[in-house]
């Protein structure tokens, strides 16, 4: 059993591994001259983070990672897993949902991640997270799916003790067979350092928002028209029901 886990694990990383870059991001930010009224513009590091490759179209590559690695920069390096360092650019971010659409150009022949269905993760089900923590480009962590995150700002996220740290963010997270099942975006440490909490964005919910931002440019949203609550036991109680199963409309929007 364990020699088959640790092939898996082998297998998984050695699939997905060439389609993980490392992006790191510059800002040039006015500052005030202390001796003059004046400024003067500088540039400053921003963000590392991870991304990972989803699509080529001729020279051009195009890569999925998250919307605070990339927001603000006004420069992006691309690093590839041999070292080589690419100029980037974005090409469209959604904030709403985290994600951001990288594009860069080279001749060399990449690997493109391959998408897996997120739908189908079950807790328990072994998950590998991949990225450039603290800037140590291709680390790999092992952990399990531990949840499917309800509630708060994580709603619909996949939880993980797969060890995710500062720089894995915008990396993958897949699936025991190499596959690509979501976008490691956050963790929950008061230390900023992994405590084996950590959350990524399904690629179900990925992929959708990716072909939006790419072919429109901006991620289209549908809106039901009612405002809705969960259905408490007093509540319940009050309109006569039986259980608190469904959600009260409390407003129809004209």
């Given at each position: 059993?364990?020699?088959?886990?640790?092939?898996?694990?082998?297998?998984?990383?050695?699939?997905?591994?060439?389609?993980?870059?490392?992006?790191?991001?510059?800002?040039?930010?006015?500052?005030?001259?202390?001796?003059?009224?004046?400024?003067?513009?500088?540039?400053?590091?921003?963000?590392?983070?991870?991304?990972?490759?989803?699509?080529?179209?001729?020279?051009?590559?195009?890569?999925?990672?998250?919307?605070?690695?990339?927001?603000?920069a006004t420069t992006l390096t691309i690093t590839l897993p041999d070292g080589t360092e690419l100029p980037g650019r974005v090409v469209r971010r959604d904030a709403n949902h985290h994600l951001a659409v990288v594009e860069f150009e080279t001749p060399q022949a990449l690997t493109i991640a391959t998408l897996g269905d997120s739908d189908t993760l079950a807790v328990g089900d072994w998950v590998l997270a991949i990225g450039s923590p603290f800037g140590f480009q291709s680390t790999v962590t092992a952990g399990i799916v531990s949840a499917i995150a309800e509630g708060g700002p994580n709603s619909g996220f996949i939880q993980t003790d797969a060890a995710i740290n500062l720089g894995n963010s915008g990396g993958p997270l897949v699936d025991a067979e190499g596959r690509l099942v979501g976008i490691n975006t956050a963790i929950i440490s008061q230390s900023r350092g992994n405590i084996?909490?950590?959350?990524?964005?399904?690629?179900?919910?990925?992929?959708?928002?990716?072909?939006?931002?790419?072919?429109?440019?901006?991620?289209?949203r549908g809106l039901l028209g009612v405002n809705i609550r969960n259905l408490t036991p007093d509540m319940a109680e009050a309109f006569d029901l039986e259980s608190t199963n469904g959600a009260l409309i409390e407003q129809v929007i004209e």
């Open positions: 059993l364990l020699e088959g886990l640790q092939n898996a694990f082998h297998d998984a990383s050695a699939a997905v591994l060439p389609a993980v870059v490392q992006v790191d991001s510059t800002q040039v930010v006015r500052v005030r001259n202390r001796f003059s009224r004046g400024s003067r513009e500088v540039e400053r590091r921003g963000s590392t983070g991870s991304a990972v490759v989803v699509r080529q179209r001729a020279r051009t590559y195009t890569a999925v990672t998250n919307d605070q690695v990339v927001s603000g084996g909490i950590g959350f990524a964005i399904p690629i179900s919910l990925v992929r959708n928002i990716m072909l939006n931002l790419i072919s429109t440019g901006s991620v289209q």
